[in-house]
């Protein structure tokens, strides 16, 4: 039997978080094009447009922890024991899934150790407002701090991997629609979640 269309949409995805997520991954592969590239052999003026894009990535993140805390439900992205038990038993989930969580964490820790360390690394940057100072940190420092951007880097690409594989499955293309366009149906959450448990907003169809 065919299950009946319905007129409603499910809003997953506010058109503000879809616009940080789509600018923090153009920052995150715009940042690893002008980073790696070069190692590789590739030529081009790259310092200026690696330490802008940096900076826009660290505006981004301020935003969106600001938005995560005073706007959203912090307690959505824990994880707690029931996700664990949710997860066992193959129970539906709230409005993220353990697997959609721990990916989050994932790119959260790899981004703000790039932010992080890239911020310290600018203090070896000419911009128009200061001149570098190669030695404002101690060498060991500074090979440390190098050390931690290098393995964000490389964590980048394993997560960015993982991360489109993940949208691009079949099964998974509601999530990619409603990172695009925000919103599933209510076939789809009550097939893949516990609508109990949603923290989202319905709303009609457009």
């Not at 690696?50 to 900076?55: D, M, R, S, Y």
């Not at 911009?127 to 030695?135: C, L, N, Q």
């Amino acid at each position: 039997m065919q299950t009946p269309v319905s007129s409603e949409r499910v809003m997953r995805h506010a058109a503000v978080d879809r616009a940080f997520h789509g600018l923090t991954g153009l920052a995150v592969l715009t940042l690893l094009g002008t980073g790696v590239l070069p190692v590789l052999g590739v030529k081009f003026s790259w310092v200026t447009i690696h330490w802008i894009t940096g900076v826009l990535l660290t505006l981004l993140v301020l935003f969106h922890l600001v938005r995560a805390t005073f706007w959203q439900k912090l307690r959505c992205m824990w994880i707690g024991m029931r996700d664990l038990r949710d997860t066992l038993r193959r129970a539906p989930p709230g409005k993220y899934s353990l697997a959609q969580k721990l990916m989050h964490h994932a790119m959260s820790a790899m981004v703000l150790t790039a932010v992080a360390t890239g911020v310290c690394m600018l203090a070896k940057v000419d911009t128009p407002w200061w001149k570098r100072d190669p030695y404002f940190f101690a060498a060991d420092t500074w090979g440390i701090i190098y050390v931690l951007h290098g393995l964000a880097a490389l964590s980048a690409i394993t997560l960015i991997m993982i991360h489109v594989y993940f949208a691009l499955l079949p099964e998974k293309r509601l999530y990619l629609r409603a990172m695009w366009r925000g919103w599933i149906t209510p076939a789809e959450l009550a097939a893949n979640h516990d609508p109990k448990r949603w923290q989202g907003q319905r709303g009609k169809r457009s």
